[in-house]
């Protein structure tokens, strides 16, 4: 489903990125890290508001002619951004949205672990197991 | 006689000259090689010197007696220079083999031509195991539990690093539920002789049955007794533990599996972090727990993974025995498993749990993981409510992670109730009523601090007149309301407010001298200030803090400071007056003691005042070169212009 899974952390800079292997990863890279001012933009506009009414998903960030870019920030500022194919039109809001829902559920996880320092590279095997059942099966 | 340098070793070997002070020790081939892969396997290669675990446990291997080894390690070096380097290590290894062949232990025996040293326990560790007691090289062996684990680990780290000596010995790809696993000999019996370690801190009893357990590797070697035997003397063990094969019965093929003794160690360990063995043992606690354990950080991170399967950042008593079994299987030289095998499971575990019923009634309470839980959690949170003040650290990190987190997990790890934490919860429990009573206090002093300072602001220059009037009035009077203030706040049970209020507080015993000027101010607000004001006055009794509260009124007001008593006394004796306390005998000694109280506080006033001063001086100096320099400045910018 999607072909770049990345999440960023609250200085933004990443923490976990994984993309389809066959393409040209760091065109993913650089996506993300564009994408990463669309989600400033977003959450300073909703900035007004207390963090409690912000959503958390913020939906479509923007969409290029290959791919579109969707984005997700937690409440500690650490954002999920999630690069999909725009070919693949079936995919809908709330799937997207299920998919960050999952994404957040194990990022938590991986915070509950104690051995793991906030901040540090995500290196949990069960979260890569997670974000390899996400990612669009590439023969 | 020298050897030319070959290779390290032959430099090591000239090193070895140099550091014995000039001596030549003369190495022959095979012993320099020997030597070298000894050294090699005691001292990982980024590091220069051996480590001292490692080489106790050669030097014991060696079976000499331990008054022999110690004479070696002097008599080589390493006392001196404190550490195992390659000169010293040579030496030693040359001692060694003069004393196995029954010379004394000195510099000259090793001039001869000696045979190649012998270390039984490298080829046969249990030979080792039954043979030597165990003694530790420099480590002490009555050691809390806490110690004793890492002393486990120590050895384990030994037993790991004898893998490498033997080629069969295979790292372990596939996962431990297949077959193969078992037929790596050379790795269970690594694991054997760890546990052996394991055992060896918990005494005899523990040895008997724990070999028991060795029946995982060794009856294993039923398979494939040829695969991995490069000597002779495993499988001289191999027969010895065959023959207690007959007492092991369920567990013989699954390394998986927690054996008996094992759970009794793992339910021991818990009870040493966490004495309640229905509740959990927090992260914080735990992670300090299994880093002693020296496996990398990544690894232990996956173990916590796959045994923490409710994913609360704390484990119960079953999710620990998974971890702790998964961390000794892993330090066993065992790959640790992708998923959680099935009877790590935690419901496995807590059946298990059941079936040994001895004097933990608890666990007949264990009937499902999560009602258990849930049963813990209201334990932990009926119980230990004041707890969550105590462990800040761990609640700090973990609240700084758990900002995503949902309510409920977020609550049960703080309730978890770490046994070093106990002895917290005590003085915290005492603390605590202060710091909450006393928190509201302040809000409330800082909350009126403004309106104070305004009306402080508003009429500076009244204070003076008024002392002089009433002070003949204020000392049996004050005291009377005192004793009333007294028993108010002693049924309030309020204590010293903290520092930070203090200030605020001397601008409110100003109010109420205000409100003396206009007496047709409200007496209700000025009573409640005045009660704040002679609540001031019954802590003035209790010396420590007061001297800075003093501080800001001299400062806000320059006060001279025998006004201050004065003051106090005015603003208490106004509602004394009104009150009409007829209780004057019992103030005499309060009148004492506050005289002291004010005396002290004149003092310190009069330091603070001279350190005003000195400080208001440093501030016109400070002033005085700001201006020059604005000066300066101002006179080189036309010359910039131009």
Redesign the interface.
Known sequence: MAVCIAVIAKENYPLYIRSVPTENELKFHYTVHTSLDVVDEKISAMGKALVDQRELYLGLLYPTEDYKVYGYV???K?KFVMVVDSSNTALRDNEIRSMFRKL?NS???I??????N?GDRI????FDTMVNSMMMQVC | MEQGPAGGSGSAAAASAAGTGGLLLPLSETEQQRYSELFSRCCPPPEAAAGGSSVGELFRASQLPPDTLHQITEVCGAKRVGYFGPAQFYIALKLIAAAQSGFPVRIESIKNELPLPRFMALKNDTEVRYGTPAEFHGVKFQVPHATLEKNSYKRTDEGDKQEPKSPPMSPICSPPASPSTYQRIPLSYAYGKARSGLEQQHGAPYEVKHSTHQQDGPSSGNYGAKSALTCSTPSRSLSVEREQQDSSTQYSDDPWRITEEQRDYYINQFRSLQPDLNAFIS??V??NF?TKSKLP??E???I??LS?VD???ALTLPEFCTAFHLVVARKNGYQLP?TLPETLLPEYLQAACLKPVRDCVLFDSYSEPLPSAQQARDFGRAEKSSAEEVPDNSALIQD???????AL?VST?LKTIPKEFQHLTVKAAAQEPNALRARPRSRSYSSTSIEDAMKKGEEPPTPPPRPQKSHSRASSLDLNKIFQQNTQAVRSGWLPPPPPALPPRPSQTEQPSEVELHPQMNRPPSQAEENSSAKKEVVLAQPPSKPTRRKLRTEAQGLETPELSPNINVTSSLPAVKSHLPVQKQSSKQKRAIQTAIRKNKEANAVLARLNSELQQQLKEVHKERIALETQLEQLRPVTVL
């Open positions: 937690t409440n500690s650490v957040h990022y938590t996880d915070m509950c672990n104690p051995f793991y906030p290196q949990s095997r069960a | 992260g914080s735990a992670k299994f950080i990544p232990l991170s996956h916590w993974e923490d994913c609360d950042g992708e700084g992670k758990k900002d995503d987190k949902q997990k790890t």
